[in-house]
């Protein structure tokens, strides 16, 4: 079958992918993956109907050969999907067809998913974020700064007491936003149920005493129907987050769990992320993946810090922020392929973590601009004074970008900062 057409122009309605290839001749290498995300075979069938074909069929409308690399062809392409190829809410069935089986078939050496432009009607079909940016912003009463994040150190290992008592010294210090790790579940020494109450209790305590509002984000990862009974125990308790592993848990966990219409934030963690982001050569970009979890209804998500320990250059990284927070999204053609129109949808939060400390805020706001969460672990608990100390120094950080001071001139008002200043070179 022959799904090659350069003259085709895409529909408003269809579907349209990117990617990066490699084998031997492009032009067959992009006509074999077209079948093999839709509707062909390794051969011909008599089964194909003449009308399925018309129908169903997609069309590669644009190869560009870029270089040769190892013996092999090294390409772009653009494929078009009609809209009726796929159960439009069903993310998992939609990938499974667009993402699926291409990965493995031999005459690929190279394949790197880019983008996806996902249509009008495809997007309506999603509920997208509960609240969004201005949703999170309204909830901590927080109109403009960026929000200020920390994870409770070491991952593991922490009694529920000790875990509850490093919350309440980041909350008092200046933190908005405590995190379990992503590793962090219900460990036989801080059992999850415990764990969420009694961290809620000082959440209430550290409100109380700094008159401001602060938000625990228990991890509540796990197989569905327990990640559900979690997420009551978070509701009873008086928690307005979940936090979800949400590359782990999967595409259908994180659908159906939005759709269930609990009323929390849902903080997305990535762990995981890189085995399918990182190579060039296979997989699938961040950018696709955050388009992914807008739709699902991720409130908030862990993008890159650019400056940090993880992986990720800054156009890649800004790139992922524009196509979370804006309605509508124009391409580049360097990491954003497609125009994006998010119709009814909201924006996420982006966060930004990874080797984090105030030394480094002015650069990432700067870089990434005034709505994001920046979530120090390291960076506060790692503070020679402690976690009080360093959640001081992580907010007087931000609130030096925000009136315009050098870090060295607040750190002379502040010395949780000026210490930090001098620890963190």
Request: hydrophobic letters at 40%; glycine letters at 8%; aromatic letters at 8%.
């Amino acid at each position: 079958m022959d799904y090659i057409n350069l003259e085709y122009v895409p529909k408003e309605d269809d579907l349209l992918s990117c990617m990066i290839i490699k084998g031997d001749n492009l032009k067959k290498l992009a006509n074999e993956i077209a079948g093999e995300s839709s509707i062909g075979t390794w051969t011909k069938v008599q089964t194909m109907k003449s009308e399925i074909y018309e129908k169903l069929k997609p069309n590669v409308y644009e190869i560009k050969e870029l270089k040769e690399e190892n013996g092999y062809k090294v390409g772009l392409i653009k494929i078009a999907y009609p809209l009726y190829d796929f159960e439009i809410n069903n993310m998992p069935g939609v990938l499974a067809g667009i993402a699926g089986n291409i990965f493995g078939m031999k005459i690929v050496k190279g394949l790197r998913i880019l983008d996806y432009r996902f249509p009008k009607k495809f997007v309506k079909e999603y509920k997208g974020p509960r609240y969004g940016i201005d949703g999170v912003r309204e909830t901590l009463k927080i109109k403009e700064r960026p929000l200020l994040g920390t994870i409770v150190k070491p991952k593991v290992g922490l009694k529920t007491e000790e875990h509850a008592k490093v919350a309440y010294d980041a909350w008092i210090g200046g933190v908005d936003l405590v995190k379990d790790d992503e590793n962090l579940t219900s460990q036989e020494f801080n059992k999850f149920e415990n764990r969420v109450y009694k961290t809620l209790e000082m959440r209430d305590k550290a409100e109380e005493e700094t008159g401001e509002r602060k938000a625990y984000m228990p991890n509540i990862t796990a197989p569905y129907r327990e990640m559900i009974r979690r997420a009551e125990i978070c509701e009873d308790a008086g928690s307005e987050y979940v936090m979800i592993d949400v590359v782990v848990t999967g595409f259908s966990a994180v659908q159906s769990f939005r759709e269930e219409d609990f009323n929390f934030i849902i903080h997305g963690h990535r762990a995981m992320h890189a085995a399918i982001t990182r190579s060039k050569d296979f997989g699938i970009s961040m950018l696709v993946l955050a388009k992914i979890y807008r739709l699902l209804g991720v409130d908030q998500l862990h993008i890159g810090t650019v400056v940090g320990k993880m992986e990720g250059g800054e156009k890649e990284v800004k790139a992922i922020r524009d196509e979370i927070i804006y309605n509508e999204v124009k391409k580049d053609d360097e990491n954003i392929f497609f125009d994006q129109d998010w119709v009814n949808i909201k924006p996420m939060f982006p966060v930004s973590s990874g080797g984090v400390h105030p030394r480094l805020v002015p650069k990432i706001v700067e870089i990434l601009g005034r709505d994001l969460i920046i979530q120090a672990g390291g960076g506060i608990h790692g503070h020679p004074d402690g976690t009080v100390a360093g959640a001081k120094a992580m907010r007087a950080a931000i609130e030096a970008v925000m009136e315009n001071k050098p870090l060295e001139e607040m750190a002379e008002e502040v010395p949780e900062l000026k210490k930090a200043l001098e620890y963190w070179k």
